[in-house]
């Protein structure tokens, strides 16, 4: 037998290793993307519907306000919306991985117990770069243009992955409490259709009155949305919203995503680890 | 190598493990035997640290596998049941990956995937997904991965339930052959020809706890060794069939309930039958069929407890016909007909 020395690192050590167990099981959810590209054509083709659905349906019917056009405005919407909806994707990703034989074998192996969580919400992360690249070019067929500096457009970008991210992990939560894909992909419509509707995504804030309006105004929904808009330069020279929230999207929807991942990622790896000994 | 003292683990009223011991000296292979229920995939489970017992301790080359489940898992390699492979990864990348997740790195990994896969015989399926694979290449994939780390302790659990003739005799090919390199192994199974092939030492179990244990030969000198069978063409003749058989015979001669089969527990095997055959032959006695049979967990159970296996609701095993025979043979026949 070769001399194979078992280290249990500690520290700082114990964070790399984890980051690289997590990338190693990241790697192997990217080769599954590669052997069943038809999930992916799926993802890929629902937001290029939404698009053209509500630039074309809707389009016509919805106006912003002043001079804006509703195809250039909703674009942003419909990114958030893509990116919010795309969780639900780790959550059934993660209840799939749950229900298989391969789990016990993670179980086994001397790999940090957050590696799975790791590895599921980060090439997730790949599937939202894809859908954004999709969605922006069918923007840009449509109309849409980024009207903001290469800097700021960056900006919006990093800020809906990240908040894609953060969800992420919520929706791996739930999958860890309910192993079912079919639950997860019901509950996340649940949960999630009026988080994007009740929002500034496809409609203006002011079209909403009284309550509906204070909860659209403080949805970190239509922050994420705001923040987009902002900085693709698609607000159409509107002023912003006199609410907190929509005074300051980037930072109210950065301070969303802070919170989720300090509620969520203890969370999950803790109900993981318990979810590993039964 | 591996200990474990007093293990008890009980699912809502059901007690799944009553306090086991056992111990499995280094290089040496201990076989876990008990029908579907007995506790053994539990028992499995605990020591592999895939689950916290509600009492006793369990030791993975010294180390305590509830203080430091890492280090323990770095210890050991665990084939289960269901194999436990990625199935649109394949065999090269599911072994690279484990290789990985043990802390081998890259390089080592890779190297040590093609080395396994050639080793089992799947080097020719190594770059196709699993989903293509037939059970016994899953079974042997997975057997792979437990060894990617060549860690010190190996636990197979119930390796070849559920596999055909050729897959089960390929398996315990490639079993013997880690035990001659000395591994310290403990496997489960409900095949008493299983562990009799395999292990030094057979602990056998039910209902969670211990009911012998021993080699194999102290085991079948406990239950006797093999019987002959025997179905009387006339059964007119069942007094000097019986009295034949009881010349040859260990202990007394069983008469089935049709009155015309019989069957005796026998020394050796062969040298009885052939004798036998010679004065059914003189006395001119007509048989339908009679033949060896090896004993059964079945048979051992029916000597050890005074009742037959029966599986139980909350077991362990897989459900479905594969769960029920104890004797390869009998699933043969089964597996054929289907």
């Keep these: 037998m070769t001399a194979y020395v078992p280290v249990t690192p500690h520290g700082f050590a114990r964070l790399t290793s984890a980051l690289s167990d997590g990338w190693v099981v990241a790697q192997r959810n990217l080769i599954k993307i590669r052997r069943v590209p038809e999930v992916l054509v799926w993802v890929l083709i629902s937001p290029i519907m939404f698009v053209l659905l509500f630039a074309y349906v809707f389009g016509g019917a919805i106006n912003p306000g002043g001079a804006v056009d509703y195809k250039e405005w909703l674009i942003c919407g419909i990114f958030a919306q893509t990116v919010v909806f795309g969780s639900t994707f780790t959550g059934a990703g993660l209840a799939e991985d749950m229900q298989k034989g391969i789990i016990d074998r993670f179980r086994s192996l001397p790999m940090a117990r957050s590696a799975v969580l790791v590895g599921r919400t980060a090439s997730d992360v790949v599937y939202n770069v894809l859908s954004l690249l999709i969605m922006g070019l069918t923007g840009l067929l449509v109309g849409w243009r980024i009207r903001e500096g290469a800097l700021d457009a960056l900006v919006g970008v990093v800020l809906l992955l990240v908040f894609a991210y953060a969800l992420s992990w919520v929706m791996g939560y739930v999958a860890l409490l309910v192993p079912s894909v079919e639950v997860i992909n019901n509950a996340s419509f649940i949960v999630i259709m009026p988080l994007t509707f009740v929002s500034n995504a496809f409609v203006p804030t002011e079209s909403f009155d009284g309550v509906l309006r204070t909860i659209v105004e403080w949805n970190p929904v239509s922050a994420l949305t705001q923040a987009a808009r902002e900085c693709f330069g698609n607000t159409g020279g509107l002023p912003a919203p006199d609410a907190w929230p929509m005074q300051h999207p980037i930072a109210y929807t950065l301070g969303w995503v802070v919170l989720i991942l300090v509620v969520f990622v203890p969370l999950s790896v803790r109900q993981y680890r318990r979810s590993s000994l039964k | ?338």
């Design chain 2, 1 to 338: 190598m591996i200990r474990a003292e007093g293990l008890v683990k009980r699912y809502r009223g059901v007690t799944a493990l009553a306090g086991l011991d056992l111990e499995v000296e280094a290089g040496t292979v201990m076989a876990l035997l008990g029908p579907n229920g007995a506790g053994k995939t539990t028992a499995v489970r605990a020591i592999t640290t895939l689950l916290v017992p509600d009492e006793g301790r369990a030791w993975v080359s010294g180390v305590d596998v509830l203080a430091d489940p890492m280090g323990a898992r770095a210890r050991l390699g665990l084939s289960g049941q269901y194999a436990a492979v990625d199935e649109q990864l394949s065999g090269y990348e599911n072994l690279v990956m484990v290789g990985r997740l043990y802390h081998l790195g890259r390089r080592r990994s890779q190297a040590r995937a093609r080395e396994l896969l050639d080793r089992f015989d799947l080097a020719d399926a190594a770059d196709r997904p699993t989903k293509t694979y037939s059970g016994g290449m899953r079974r042997r994939l997975d057997l792979a991965a437990a060894l990617v780390a060549e860690p010190p302790v190996l636990v197979l659990d119930e390796p070849t339930t559920g596999l055909d003739v050729r897959s089960r005799a390929q398996m315990w090919e490639v079993i013997r052959d880690l035990v001659g390199s000395g591994s310290t192994l403990l496997l489960t199974t409900q095949y008493l020809e299983e562990a009799d092939r395999l292990a030094d030492e057979i602990l056998v179990i039910d209902q969670g706890r211990e009911i012998a244990r021993g080699t194999a030969d102290e085991l079948k000198s406990r239950t006797g060794g093999e019987r002959i069978e025997v179905v009387l063409a006339e059964p007119h003749r069942l007094e000097d069939a019986r009295r034949e058989l009881a010349r040859v015979a260990l202990d007394q001669v069983e008469v089935g309930e049709s009155g015309r089969d019989l069957s005796a527990a026998v020394a050796t095997g062969a040298a009885e039958l052939r004798d036998l055959l010679a004065a059914y032959d003189e006395k001119g006695i007509k048989v339908l069929d009679i033949g060896l049979r090896r004993p059964t967990l079945d048979d051992v159970f029916l000597t050890l407890t005074g009742h037959r296996t029966e599986s139980r609701p909350g077991d362990s095993g897989p459900s479905g016909p594969d769960a029920v025979p104890l004797d390869p043979a009998v699933h043969d026949e089964m597996e054929a007909r289907r």
